[in-house]
């Protein structure tokens, strides 16, 4: 009889609380569901097509950040919350489009803002507690972020929005490192991902204000 290797373990690092987690987590879904509905009314979808292009938005970083971080299920599919947390925002937004076109751009730049931040620095801190090196916690924070929106441009037929707004997917990392780097120097998941998250959106609402980029060949 031969012996069976024992699995590998995973470093024991400091976890951000189940619940705490989750509600920022959801949070993050809601906001993402709530953008990619309203773009894809916009678009000329219908019931259906909002809807599905909402919950793609929704979950789709989330979901990304898990199957790669081998943790499957995905958090996403394990329990309804996220899912109905999705799809109530598209269905919002596809009944209350009018006012939410009524509100003025910035505050849904904002809004579009913090879920960037939520779902940059939640998706480094789950992969910074899975045992992950800071080059995959940044990666896995920025793929959380952007992962959904990157989907939603494909099917809506444009340019992923991640690809001609520099300062996106640049804030999504600078918040995902940051967010690592204090996991490890100071193992405080709440302060690491509150720095962070202040880190990432203040990098996007200063490219949203000030019109912050980085270089491009003309």
Do not use: C
């Given at each position: 009889?031969?012996?069976?290797?024992?699995a590998a373990r995973v470093p024991s690092r400091p976890?951000?609380?189940?619940?705490?987690?989750?509600?920022?987590?959801?949070?993050?879904?809601?906001?993402?569901?709530?953008?990619?509905?309203?773009?894809?009314?916009?678009?000329?979808?219908?019931?259906?097509?909002?809807?599905?292009?909402?919950?793609?938005?929704?979950?789709?970083?989330?979901?990304?950040?898990?199957?790669?971080?081998?943790?499957?299920?995905?958090?996403?599919?394990?329990?309804?919350?996220?899912?109905?947390?999705?799809?109530?925002?598209?269905?919002?937004?596809?009944?209350?489009?009018?006012?939410?076109?009524?509100?003025?751009?910035?505050?849904?730049?904002?809004?579009?803002?913090?879920?960037?931040?939520?779902?940059?620095?939640?998706?480094?801190?789950?992969?910074?507690?899975?045992?992950?090196?800071?080059?995959?916690?940044?990666?896995?924070?920025?793929?959380?972020?952007?992962?959904?929106?990157?989907?939603?441009?494909?099917?809506?037929?444009?340019?992923?929005?991640?690809?001609?707004?520099?300062?996106?997917?640049?804030?999504?990392?600078?918040?995902?490192?940051?967010?690592g780097i204090l996991l490890a120097v100071t193992g405080?998941?709440?302060?690491?991902?509150?720095?962070?998250?202040?880190?990432?959106?203040?990098?996007?609402?200063?490219?949203?204000?000030?019109?912050w980029s980085l270089p491009r060949i003309a």
């Amino acid at each position: 009889m031969t012996d069976v290797a024992p699995a590998a373990r995973v470093p024991s690092r400091p976890a951000l609380g189940t619940r705490a987690f989750d509600a920022l987590d959801i949070a993050a879904t809601a906001l993402f569901g709530l953008e990619g509905a309203a773009a894809a009314a916009h678009a000329g979808f219908d019931l259906l097509g909002v809807v599905v292009v909402g919950l793609i938005v929704a979950l789709a970083g989330g979901v990304l950040r898990d199957v790669l971080l081998g943790d499957l299920p995905p958090a996403a599919l394990r329990t309804p919350s996220r899912i109905i947390a999705g799809l109530a925002a598209a269905l919002v937004a596809f009944v209350f489009l009018e006012v939410v076109d009524a509100f003025p751009v910035l505050p849904l730049q904002v809004l579009d803002a913090i879920g960037l931040a939520l779902f940059a620095v939640t998706g480094a801190q789950k992969a910074w507690a899975s045992g992950a090196n800071l080059w995959v916690v940044t990666i896995l924070g920025t793929l959380a972020a952007t992962g959904g929106g990157v989907i939603r441009d494909v099917l809506l037929a444009r340019t992923p929005y991640v690809l001609s707004e520099s300062i996106y997917g640049t804030a999504a990392a600078a918040g995902a490192v940051v967010t690592g780097i204090l996991l490890a120097v100071t193992g405080r998941p709440r302060l690491s991902l509150g720095v962070g998250f202040v880190v990432a959106l203040a990098l996007r609402l200063g490219a949203v204000i000030w019109g912050w980029s980085l270089p491009r060949i003309a």
